[in-house]
């Protein structure tokens, strides 16, 4: 087997020949978000990617490896999320001494906007400190591989990034199941309203004692406490502070384990489903991973009209707006299920990775970046 690797002095991949072997090595910066998304789930199909003459190794790590011959049967190395001086000295340990033998490509992974992070989101506190090493770092690397467009955007005017492509989200259908549509189960009973989330959404005042704001609007708030009677409200993962004192009315699922989350989502059966989300900047590159999730769990969702929702049916710009479509949902089986339909139309094709040649298009994405693709 021929084992991918630069040309020397050439910041490119030497030609495909065939037979070859692909080699991905991912160096976690989380296991519980993204992290898992976009590198946990994909190594494990990628492991099972079946084309002629072409075999296909990835794995993950947490820690970083000093041994430099550990890394040369590797075509890419990629770094998610790094963010610190201590992360960026790793790299550079990679470029001066890995590089220097073997020249696998390094390259940087990131679902997020990590520079301009806004004050309510407890993230701020951990990369508000370390754009600047979060720029060396994304600076630093061959390549850059994030979730968007918008992201892709967004990171060219803030950065001088050699190399960037898109890759977007999917969910592992081997974890999240067939999907069952909830207009198709309704009983009648109470109408289930979901949002799902963690609290970088909106104030936490134990992480950000200082901040205001988020993505849930008070108008919003204050229906959720008045149609507590009226709706069954659903909250997994965080729940904003301000619904404190109805918290026995509504249903907080505390967050799972992300491999646990699929199972504890769907088996609410949640005939709708909201994302808020503010119009700013760091919202605008985010992706239409609840569009993803919330097809999944067979629900009707109602999105605010932000970048990474405009294909989908419904979208509100107030909240005022969102509670007159929560209560035309509720009203309406049928609304509910052509919205639904609707939106599976809009993401049948990303929202699976082992369909529609997701786990391909990603392995020709990396190879893409430096002009490549696979024999």
Known sequence: MEDFCYLKNKNLLKPIKSPSRLGFLFFLGD??????LRCIHPCLLLNHFKRPQVQVQAQTANFYIFDVDYYKNYTFVQFQRAATETHYKIMLHFRSQVQKKYKVPLIYETDDLLIGIPDYNYAK???GKNEEWVKKCLEMCDGVICSTEKLKELYMKKCDIKKIDVIPNHLPKFIWGDIFPAHEYYDGGKIKVLWSGSQNHFSYKQLTPDAQGGDFGKELLNFIKKTTDVYDWYFVGACPEELNDVKNKICHVPWKNIFEYPKAVKEIEADIAIAPLIDNE????????????FTAIGAAGIYSDVEPYKQTNIRVKTDEEMIVQIER????????????????????????WEENDNVKKYIETYLGLFGQRLP
Request: with cysteine.
């Open 282 to 293: 760091f919202n605008s590159a985010k992706s239409n991973i609840k569009a993803l999730e």
């Open 31 to 36: 296991t519980q978000g993204c992290g898992t």
């Open 329 to 352: 949902l509720a009203g309406d089986i049928s609304i509910r299920e052509k919205v639904f339909r609707k939106d599976y139309q809009t993401v049948r094709g990303q929202i699976w």
């Open 125 to 127: 506190n951990y990369y």
